[in-house]
């Protein structure tokens, strides 16, 4: 599944950058690739599947999207005005490789990119499209979304359960979201459950920044720019803890569809490996 | 025309930065309003009327869109790392008024929201949407959209034509082919027209840049910025005679259509209002 994945993200960035400025499409394959666990699209053609699939091509190009844009926000994160980070999946990072106005344009890039490819894989079902377009412009936008979420790192004050919602529920949610409606069926059952997901990943990346270096991303970066951090507040054992209690009400949280019990196994599976290495025993 | 448009503009941004940070809100506020002439959605909703105009809504989603797509494309290009523009419009550019952080932010935001416009806008006709989302997608893309416009400004040599089809003909042609869609028109004839109204544009933009204030952008900036510029390479009374003639071929090129007639007078309109005030008369 990861292999159609990462082909047609290869595919999107050729289709959108082909003729282009050359260094702008080598600095888009460097946001692209190598990828991390792609969580998002695999939840989200996961829930496809489990809804009966009934337009894979459309619930590729939204997978395809979704990654997209997660590979965008980290490209905008990265720059020195945000988190100025040298270096993002053990290589540096889009700015530090390309310099910041292609950093700047490859983020813009990414983003315009998702769309275009989820209007391409309308062709398929172009009765779906408009929920679907509207559901991922909202999962990334200013109220809830990723802009939001990092955005209110700008305000004096910050609301923490709607920014974790907004930096981490809400493309999860629409992972899971624009998988079911990709397969013609309701999304609002399938909200929840992405939040739920977003929430344990959340705790995941907090104990991750906490515990241990995952060979690119600097620790403690969370610390160091007072973001807020479950484990800091919650210490390690308790944060474990409230990570396996959401990945439990997730898996609870899946709605009845064809394919419930093989997603709810892959839920489990994907979770097992949200726990930092060093953590796995005490987690088990 | 601009009434209505700027409360499609008002009510975009309302809807899409709701409940959000608040600080992001007021940056997009200001990245939008007040407005400049505002020509390419007031030139797409034109199209739209001249082919029968079947579907006003979302015609004006699409002007929307394209509108929110420019302002998107303002805001970025006046960060530090690319002109550095202290001012636009008469007002401190979104990064002097807000800091960087949110300026980058709001730009993405205003990408986002462009997407959310116009899929909100498809129930009228959902089927016209997925073409719709494609052709705007590849206006502001990588290969030669606003996007790659900018890009190319950081690769050691420029295709001239290349560059500026992007940074400003890509725009005008999606206004005018997103107008014809709308309409449930074949956007095809329509694309040459924007792309000549796109270049008359551009040596409008260039002879302001060399011969007046607008009240806001600096002057004489691309001859700073080492940026290809009609004037610099024609002289004014050359660059001049070219603008009129791309206007005049702009309106030759107007596909057969119920509004023909208003459409051409429209244009010549806008067109008259292009050429820098000192230089009216020789124009006229």
């Not at 989820?118 to 408009?130: D, N, T, V, W």
């Not at 910050?158 to 809400?170: M, N």
Request: proline letters at 7%.
């Amino acid at each position: 599944m990861s292999g159609t994945l990462d082909s047609a993200l290869e595919t999107a960035i050729a289709s959108a950058a082909q003729g282009g400025p050359p260094r702008l499409a080598l600095a888009l394959e460097h946001a692209v690739f190598p990828g991390g666990a792609r969580v998002r699209p695999r939840l989200s053609l996961a829930v496809a599947h489990a809804c009966g699939n009934g337009a894979p091509a459309l619930a590729l190009g939204a997978a395809t999207a979704i990654e997209l844009l997660h590979c965008a926000s980290l490209v905008h994160d990265d720059l020195p005005c945000f988190d100025d980070a040298a270096t993002r999946r053990g290589k540096p990072s889009v700015h530090r490789a390309f310099g910041q106005p292609l950093a700047v344009l490859a983020g813009d890039a990414l983003i315009v990119m998702a769309f275009e490819t989820l209007g391409r894989a309308a062709a398929e079902a172009p009765s779906r499209l408009a929920p679907m377009v509207v559901t991922l412009a909202r999962a990334v936008g200013a109220a809830d979304g990723l802009v939001a979420g990092q955005a209110w790192e700008s305000e004096p004050s910050v609301p923490l359960d709607a920014y974790h919602q907004a930096k981490t529920g809400s493309l999860f949610s629409a992972a899971t979201q624009l998988g079911a409606m990709a397969a013609g069926s309701d999304p609002t059952p399938w909200r929840h459950m992405g939040e739920l997901l977003g929430g344990a990943y959340q705790v995941a990346d907090d104990l991750l920044d906490a515990v241990a270096a995952d060979g690119g991303k600097p620790t403690r970066r969370d610390e160091a720019l007072n973001r807020p951090n479950a484990v800091a507040r919650l210490g390690i054992e308790t944060a474990l803890d409230h990570l396996n209690r959401l990945v439990a009400q997730a898996v609870d949280s899946i709605p009845a569809c064809p394919g419930r019990e093989s997603l709810a196994a892959l839920v489990l599976q994907i979770a097992q490996r949200l726990v930092p290495e060093p953590l796995r025993k005490s987690a088990a």
